[in-house]
């Protein structure tokens, strides 16, 4: 069975093909990155409308340049929450009426499953049960995975996901959109000893997350700073400072990670979502696991970020075990784990 994915729940539209007998067989991302850029961040309707433009030649191109049509598909599926409720509307709309036409069942797939399972889609692939690691743009969750669709949240965060606090730090130290990225680099300019940011949550039990107080963490730091040190020094300030706030995210995740691997005994834990193609975080957790005798899984970088090969996948992962949308479809902009891991 081939199945075809669509995402669409923000700022990029992918599309991919995912074949049982051969597993993905490729895939296609648009990124709205230059349209949002003058905005500082996602303007929902101009995602929207861009989804409208992307989606059906994005379509049209992967399955010529696969040599598939209607008849070679058994079904569709499409990101149906969480994100911006006209951008998902876009995909689940466009999906379930082209299923319609195909005359194949479609299935809507919730995001962040999509980004749980995507390490799946590499050759070496970890084995039930394991410790996911969710960090996109407005998520950081703990998730013990017994199966597919046999979900525990383990913790989550309180306010400021990771990848919302590296943006919005970003932001306060006057780099472009999107931020995670910039400060990331910037970092790498930084000298780790200058600043010490506090590992927020960490001196309590529990795995949730906290972010935004080392948010505003940095601002203070950052004001106090630049009024005592010359202008000319801001630069290096400024990478002072990502370094200082990025190894705080880094070193806070490790530390939850270590507690949920622990806590579950489990042996293996999966990183995803955008934040995981941060190659701090990375090495950061690959000691981690190696102390503990364990092993990280991580997706290719390119699948790191939002696309449609997750939800081909996740979708697959559902239709076959039997699910399917009716004709009328609904969309989830707020689509919390605990309802999936309820209700499958």
Same mark, same amino acid.
């Not at 149906?80 to 998902?88: E, I, Q, S």
């Not at 799946?120 to 743009?137: I, K, N, R, T």
């Given at each position: ?7 669409? %729940? ?13 597993? +993905? ?22 995602? %929207? ?9 994005? $379509? ?5 340049? +696969? ?19 006209? #951008? ?6 466009? &999906? ?28 070496? $692939? ?26 525990? +949240? +383990? ?14 730090? &970003? ?94 005994? %489990?042996?293996?834990? $999966?990183?995803?979502?955008?934040? %995981? ?18 092993? #990280?899984?991580?997706?290719? #970088? ?9 939800? &081909?996948? &996740? ?25 999936? $891991? #309820?209700?499958?």
């Amino acid at each position: 069975m081939n199945v075809l994915g669509i995402e669409t %729940s923000c700022d990029e539209t992918g599309v991919a093909v995912y074949s049982t007998d051969q597993g +993905l067989l490729d895939h296609a991302v648009y990124s709205q990155i230059a349209l949002h850029a003058d905005y500082g961040g996602v303007v929902p309707e101009l995602a %929207s409308r861009d989804h409208v433009r992307k989606l059906a030649p994005m $379509v049209r191109e992967l399955l010529a340049d +696969l040599g598939l049509s209607a008849q070679d598909f058994g079904g569709v599926a499409y990101t149906a929450g969480p994100g911006l409720a006209g #951008a998902l509307l876009v995909g689940a709309a466009f &999906a379930r009426s082209l299923a319609w036409a195909w005359q194949v069942p479609a299935v809507g797939v919730h995001h962040m499953e999509g980004h749980l399972l995507a390490p799946m889609l590499e050759q070496d $692939v970890p084995q039930f049960p394991f410790v996911a690691l969710l960090v996109s743009g407005g998520h950081t969750q703990l998730v013990r995975v017994a199966a597919v669709g046999e979900y525990e +949240l +383990l913790g989550e965060s309180v306010d400021d996901a990771a990848g919302e606090a590296f943006d919005k730090t &970003a932001k306060l130290l006057g780099l472009g959109y999107p931020g995670g990225p910039a400060l990331a680099a910037l970092a790498e300019q930084g000298d780790p000893a200058r600043f010490s940011f506090p590992r927020p949550m960490t001196d309590r039990p529990g795995l949730d997350f906290s972010f935004s107080g080392l948010k505003t963490f940095a601002l203070t730091t950052l004001r106090q700073q630049e009024a005592e040190v010359p202008s000319a020094e801001h630069g290096q300030l400024h990478a002072d400072i990502a370094r200082a706030f990025e190894d705080a995210v880094v070193d806070t995740l490790a530390i939850k990670c270590r507690r949920a691997v622990e806590q579950t005994g %489990s042996k293996a834990l $999966v990183m995803a979502g955008g934040v %995981s193609a941060n190659r701090r975080l990375r090495d950061r957790v690959d000691r981690l696991m190696q102390d503990l005798g364990g092993r #990280a899984y991580y997706p290719r #970088a390119e699948l790191c970020t939002d696309n449609g090969a997750m939800i &081909a996948y &996740a979708g697959w992962q559902r239709l076959r075990a039997g699910q399917h949308e009716q004709l009328e479809f609904a969309i989830r902009p707020r689509w919390p784990m605990q309802d999936l $891991v #309820a209700g499958g």
